[in-house]
């Protein structure tokens, strides 16, 4: 029951979460401002890759979110492989989000900045369906 809950769980949180930062978009500081919490709308993929495509962007993924569900339900039918189901669980419930705000919305809504963290990424404005998907992508290739 946990496996089929956890997408749920996950897509339902990052659209809360998200909901509130399109309703209220003041810039959040923690941890000395090591993390930031602002409002940014990403129309394109990961890093803003495909902004000028974003029906391109949506439908891949569409697909994408359409073959981790089709594994994810065939996988559930197995015994065991508790870690690629939790994995898969993790990596549909964070695709299904962001899917769904690049369909409804035109892009997807992006929340915390790790103003320290090395190189590029201090620049990434990460949601908590990025680190599901990141997270459940690992979990699912080492199983």
């Given at each position: 029951?946990?496996?089929?809950?956890?997408?749920?769980?996950?897509?339902?949180?990052?659209?809360?979460?998200?909901?509130?930062?399109?309703?209220?978009?003041?810039?959040?500081?923690?941890?000395?401002?090591?993390?930031?919490?602002?409002?940014?709308?990403?129309?394109?993929?990961?890093?803003?890759?495909?902004?000028?495509?974003?029906?391109?962007?949506?439908?891949?993924?569409?697909?994408?979110?359409?073959?981790?569900?089709?594994?994810?339900?065939?996988?559930?039918?197995?015994?065991?492989?508790?870690?690629?189901?939790?994995?898969?669980?993790?990596?549909?419930?964070?695709?299904?989000?962001?899917?769904?705000?690049?369909?409804?919305?035109?892009?997807?809504?992006?929340?915390?900045?790790?103003?320290h963290a090395?190189?590029?990424?201090k620049n990434?404005?990460?949601?908590?369906?990025?680190?599901?998907?990141?997270?459940?992508?690992?979990?699912?290739?080492?199983?």
């Amino acid at each position: 029951m946990f496996n089929i809950l956890l997408p749920a769980a996950i897509a339902g949180t990052d659209s809360l979460i998200k909901k509130q930062r399109e309703e209220n978009d003041t810039v959040y500081e923690y941890l000395d401002g090591k993390i930031k919490i602002v409002t940014f709308h990403n129309k394109g993929a990961f890093l803003g890759g495909g902004k000028k495509k974003p029906v391109l962007v949506a439908f891949m993924s569409v697909v994408f979110t359409a073959i981790v569900a089709t594994v994810f339900i065939l996988t559930l039918t197995k015994r065991g492989l508790n870690m690629l189901k939790f994995g898969l669980g993790l990596l549909l419930g964070g695709a299904f989000s962001n899917t769904y705000d690049r369909i409804k919305k035109g892009y997807v809504t992006d929340y915390m900045v790790f103003e320290h963290a090395p190189g590029f990424l201090k620049n990434v404005v990460f949601n908590l369906s990025d680190f599901a998907i990141i997270i459940g992508a690992l979990i699912s290739a080492l199983q």
